[in-house]
């Protein structure tokens, strides 16, 4: 196999998907983010798609973080996983936003980081608008009380939420999580004034459903990455 001929094919599937799914939903392109996921590949593989014009990667793992920023610098990386607050300090200078804010002990951890460097920390509060034990994330019930302490810590910048949809054959079945955080982030914006500009959700098996509702940052790893694990 050509990789760099198999990633370029990949990523033109996936970039006219996401163009189709802009038309439909009558969105501006560049107001989707493709996050490549590149947890499953070495940073040599990753390393080839940021040559192929991708500027985004997301990591769940702080220690995957650490070894690919190193390899690939140029890259703006997202963890999109937990985050454990004895890695916070090594992680945070690396990340360009933490996508996946669970609870109030991580969110007061960043703010404090935050205010000791002198430059807020990016993030987005993770809700888990699935219901699934299984998935992280606040409660859509705590998501006001959430939303006041982020916009109150003045360590943190709170851009918006991110979610997971529970995994189905069908995108469709997605879409009603889709609607769920679209509107807790419109009830949020009301309730806090601020612009709450960034929805992360949709993945590989449905980030098409998420454009049409409203996604600005989708998280792509199987659908460009499968068959290329370490």
Wanted: with cysteine; net charge neutral; proline share 4%.
């Amino acid at each position: 196999m050509n990789l760099d001929v198999e990633l370029r094919t990949r990523l033109t599937a996936i970039e006219s998907r996401i163009q189709a799914a802009c038309d439909r939903a009558h969105r501006v392109r560049k107001d989707v983010t493709l996050i490549a996921v590149s947890k499953t590949v070495t940073a040599d593989v990753a390393k080839v798609v940021s040559r192929l014009g991708v500027k985004d990667f997301g990591e769940s793992r702080p220690q995957e973080i650490w070894k690919k920023s190193a390899a690939i610098p140029q890259m703006r990386w997202h963890l999109i996983g937990h985050l454990q607050r004895n890695k916070l300090d090594k992680t945070i200078p690396m990340v360009s936003l933490v996508h996946s804010v669970d609870s109030e002990r991580v969110l007061s951890a960043l703010s404090d980081f935050g205010m000791a460097r002198g430059q807020p920390v990016p993030i987005l509060l993770e809700i888990n608008c699935s219901r699934e034990e299984s998935k992280g994330g606040i409660s859509p019930d705590d998501a006001a009380k959430m939303g006041d302490m982020a916009m109150s810590l003045p360590g943190v910048h709170f851009e918006g939420l991110m979610t997971m949809a529970a995994y189905g054959e069908n995108p469709e079945e997605s879409r009603p999580t889709f609607v769920e955080l679209r509107q807790i982030r419109d009830q949020l914006r009301t309730t806090t004034g601020l612009k709450l500009l960034h929805l992360s959700m949709g993945m590989s098996n449905d980030f098409e459903v998420a454009i049409e509702e409203g996604s600005t940052y989708v998280r792509v790893g199987s659908t460009l990455f499968g068959g290329l694990e370490n």
